[in-house]
């Protein structure tokens, strides 16, 4: 493995390390805001014990987020030195700003994990509105400032020199709307069915109680209410690459000539060497269609861009295909959930009694799906993240300073890559054996929990 | 205001930044070498005090590391960058210390209680706190005496020699010593509130024996100063002198304080001995931000960078510091309940 590949693979494994804890750290507050405010506006004992243990785990969750953060803050530094230079000073601004996301994250979660005796239940959950605010916050900045990497504007370069520089600009520059929206929601996405799944496998079991039915459907509600939100922005980013990034649609399509009238690819394997893409059903016109709103209208192929300014299509296309498919599978356990409230709704005799979470109760097969989301929902994060920065190559900042230019001239970025490696998968085995034993020390509906709380 | 005016006052912002995270965050890995040795009939006592008084604030005191890092390669990208070069083996290092010391922490204190100390997650706390200020205050001695190269060759020599002279170990054991005194002393306020006094002796005793290490320590730096950093140690001399006898007297005020067991004044005096260190140095060592050729004005990024960045502290200052008092008066304030 050259240096250079070790650099970019200790990049990558960070960041998708990173994204995980990142996407919960925005997702989990609001469920808690909802949660708590359930549990104070009822005074109800069950929907506030759900808060309580969903606290503990976010502390744990929160603490690996803030140091592999700080991995990453000084890894851009560290790796790409020669990225820094020209990045530092015209997107750094956003990074700045995290930094104060950050601080009310921080500085809220201390008071929420640790006040639950010390504040009133009113400013206790008044807590969990910055938080919700400060982690959306911190993930639409940092992603400001992808976007940058993806349409630089707002500064000149020239001989090596930044200058002109309008911070503001850069903030908002072209890809800002459609990149902050569809990663701010992707985490309200993988953090709903990740949390219904946690109590779907409880369920599967055998374990019974209203604490489980209720946290399913809040998490269930929340994926359900961002997932179409998702396939939309998803569409509209797809368009917003095929006008701004024309060589990463190509690759993110398996596109290798140029041709009107091209075809929609699913699935589908692509073969630089052949330089086509095998296996794929096409849908004739359909990508012109898609990406242009026009059959007839002209897809540049990847062999017609200038050598070396075009992406490794492999993984791009097929990141891309299961982003996708995740977003319509999710989208079809969606309805297939409402439709059976709905009909369970229908049949019984007293009407809006049912709890949409009770339906799932009595299918194995909605319960095993719902599982199986909780992971599909940070799969596409990841697969998605891969065809943003894999599709972006060989640029580090898109038609301006190449990845390979950026890179330290430290040695021993094999020995980093293997170590950081070593050290994010012990971290993650641990923590998912803390958070099993966590789990296992909580089991039952709550009722002997709550019973105990009381009588202290 | 001019260009300059606003390179200085953003360098100023970004050093109080390194003032309060010496100061606060320091305490905290000082709170973990305490854990690493904690001794005697108190000490599970001595373990939980630490774990108590961390627990609520690390994580906000950890981002004054983040908003260093971040303003730094914001405003003064060329300093940024040849850190980041030229201590790349250092700044790896201390980082894995902060992972395994924030994931060790957090596992403990919302894992499973019964084996709270015993695990080996107890002894990555310990050893991280350690490793992490005596790495970043060998990292500080390099910079001090100039010895950041430019374009360092790519060689393990390099890597290493840089941060490994006799000044900058010494640099490293100091800054250790000042980390373990800020949170022995802390903690004498923390457990003779909570009216636990023999526990409050046993850290007198630790904030002591740290003081006299500081001690030692400042005493053999400054011969050391007058041959491997003898820029700083003329502006020490001169520029930087009201802050140094500040901070001795400090230092002696810290001292005295603590041995007669006046431990809110001890409290006061010792993070303030470290803010006087600290600013002496940057007063010594201004205009240089890495000396010996980098300096605020010919590293620091176009002025547009420089206001926005201010306006960006100012609105940011005025969330940050109302929440900042909220979450210490909770906690830390003179709360019955924090017993
Ligand atoms: C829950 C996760 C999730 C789901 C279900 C989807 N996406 Fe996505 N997608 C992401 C999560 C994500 C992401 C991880 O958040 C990315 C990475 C960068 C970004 O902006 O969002 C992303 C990137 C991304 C990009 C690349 C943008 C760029 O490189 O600038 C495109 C074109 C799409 N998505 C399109 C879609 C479409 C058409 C979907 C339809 C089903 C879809 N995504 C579902
Ligand atoms: C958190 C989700 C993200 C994931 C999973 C991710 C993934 C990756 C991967 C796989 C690479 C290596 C690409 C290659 O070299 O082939 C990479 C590179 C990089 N990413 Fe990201 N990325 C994420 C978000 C971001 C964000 C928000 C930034 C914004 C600053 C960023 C900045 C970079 C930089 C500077 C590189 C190195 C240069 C390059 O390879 O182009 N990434 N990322
Ligand atoms: C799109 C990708 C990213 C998102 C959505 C994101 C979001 C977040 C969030 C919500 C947190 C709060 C911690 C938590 O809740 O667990 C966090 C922490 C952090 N992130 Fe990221 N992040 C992303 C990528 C990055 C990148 C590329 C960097 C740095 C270059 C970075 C730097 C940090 C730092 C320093 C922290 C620690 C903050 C603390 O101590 O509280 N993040 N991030």
Redesign the pocket.
């Known amino acids: 493995m050259s240096e250079y590949l070790a650099g970019r693979a200790q990049m990558g494994t960070s960041l998708a390390f990173h994204i995980v804890f990142a996407s919960l750290g925005v997702g989990l507050p609001l469920l808690l805001l909802i949660v708590e405010g359930l549990a104070y506006r009822r005074k109800d004992e069950t929907w506030r014990l759900l808060a309580r243990r969903w606290s503990k785990a976010f502390g744990i969750l929160f603490a690996i987020g803030a140091v592999s953060g700080t991995v990453l803050s000084f890894e851009l530094g560290l790796l790409w030195p020669g990225f820094m230079k020209y990045a530092g000073s015209v997107i750094g601004l956003p990074f700045s700003l995290e930094g104060f996301a950050f601080f009310t994250e921080a500085i809220f979660l201390g008071l929420y994990l640790y006040g639950w005796d010390r504040l009133s239940p009113l400013a206790h959950w008044l807590c969990t509105i910055p938080l919700a605010v400060s982690g959306a916050a911190s993930a639409w900045f940092v992603?400001t400032a992808n976007s940058w990497m993806?349409s630089p504007t707002g500064f000149k370069l020239q001989d090596g020199v930044v200058s002109d520089v309008r911070p503001i600009e850069a903030i908002f520059n072209p890809?800002t709307p459609i990149?902050t929206a569809?990663?701010m929601i992707?985490a309200y996405?993988?953090t709903g069915f990740a949390v219904a799944a946690v109590y779907a496998v409880g369920l599967l079991r055998g374990r019974r109680g209203l604490i489980y039915r209720r946290a399913l459907t809040v998490g269930m509600l929340m994926g359900i209410v961002a997932?179409p939100l998702?396939?939309i922005t998803?569409?509209i980013?797809?368009r917003w690459?095929a006008d701004y990034?024309p060589a990463?649609l190509a690759a993110?399509e398996g596109q290798f000539q140029t041709e009107k009238g091209a075809p929609l690819r699913i699935g589908g394997i692509p073969n630089p060497g052949a330089g086509r893409t095998d296996f794929a059903i096409e849908i004739p016109a359909g990508l012109s269609f898609l990406a242009y709103g026009d059959p007839g209208a002209v897809v540049k192929g990847l062999q017609d861009f200038p050598a070396g300014t075009t992406p490794n299509p492999v993984m791009v296309h097929i990141s891309?295909q299961l982003?996708?498919a995740?977003?319509?599978g999710?989208l079809a356990l969606s309805a297939w959930f409402l439709g059976a409230w709905i009909a369970a709704r229908r049949q019984s005799k007293s009407g809006r009694r049912v709890f949409p979470g009770a339906v799932t109760v009595h299918s194995r097969a909605l319960l095993l799906a719902i599982g199986a989301a909780g992971f599909a929902?940070f799969a596409?994060?990841e697969l998605?993240?891969m065809?943003?920065e894999l599709?972006r190559q060989p640029w580090v900042i898109y038609g301006v300073v190449r990845t390979s230019q950026a890179i330290t001239p430290a040695p021993g970025l094999v020995w980093s890559f293997v170590i950081s490696t070593a050290i994010y998968v012990g971290l993650a085995v641990a923590l998912v054996g803390l958070l099993l034993r966590l789990a296992a020390g909580t089991r039952g509906g709550g009722e002997a929990e709550i019973a105990a709380e009381e009588a202290a | 205001m001019s260009a300059t005016q606003a390179d200085y006052l953003v360098a100023g912002v970004l050093w109080i930044a390194v003032v309060i995270y010496a100061c606060f965050a320091g305490a905290d890995f000082g709170g973990g070498v305490w854990d690493l040795f904690a001794r005697g009939p108190r000490k599970e006592a001595q373990r939980r005090a630490v774990s108590r008084a961390m627990g609520p604030v690390w994580e906000a005191n950890h981002v004054w590391l983040i908003f260093l890092i971040t303003g730094l390669f914001t405003s003064f990208p060329p300093a940024f960058v040849r850190l980041a070069v030229g201590l790349y083996l250092p700044f790896s290092l201390a980082l894995l210390g902060i992972v395994l010391r924030g994931a060790a922490f957090a596992f403990r204190a919302h894992g499973a209680p019964e084996q709270r100390t015993t695990t080996p997650w107890g002894l990555a706390f310990g050893a991280a706190s350690i490793m992490t200020p005596f790495v970043l205050g060998a990292c500080a001695g390099a910079v001090a005496a100039g010895d950041v190269p430019a374009n360092p060759s790519p060689s393990f020599d390099a890597l290493v020699g840089v941060w490994t002279t006799p000044f900058c170990l010494v640099c490293g054991g100091l800054a250790l010593s000042i980390c373990a005194g800020l949170a022995a002393a802390y903690l004498t306020v923390e457990a003779s509130d909570a009216g636990d006094s023999a526990l409050a002796e046993d850290f007198r005793r630790r904030a002591l024996l740290a003081g006299a290490v500081t001690l030692v320590l400042a005493i053999v730096t400054l011969p050391l100063l007058t041959t491997e950093a003898p820029g700083l140690w003329t502006g020490l001399t001169t520029r930087g002198l009201p802050l140094v006898i500040m901070a001795v007297v400090f230092a002696a005020a810290a001292g005295g304080a603590m041995y007669s067991r006046h431990y809110r004044l001890a409290r006061l005096a010792a993070p303030a001995q470290v803010a006087a260190i600290l600013l002496g140095w940057a007063v010594a060592q201004a205009p240089y931000l890495v000396p010996p050729d980098l300096t605020v004005d010919n590293s620091a990024s176009p002025p547009e960078v420089m206001t926005a960045l201010l306006i960006a502290y100012v609105a940011g200052a005025a969330v940050l510091f109302p929440s900042l008092l909220l979450l210490f008066r909770v906690f830390k304030g003179q709360n019955p309940a924090a017993a």
Do not use: P, R, Y
């Open positions: 992603t993806n890809g990149e569809h990663t992707s996405v993988a997932t998702q396939i998803g569409d980013n797809a690459v990034q990463k993110m891309f982003m996708v995740i977003g319509f999710l929902g596409a994060v998605g993240w065809v943003t599709g």
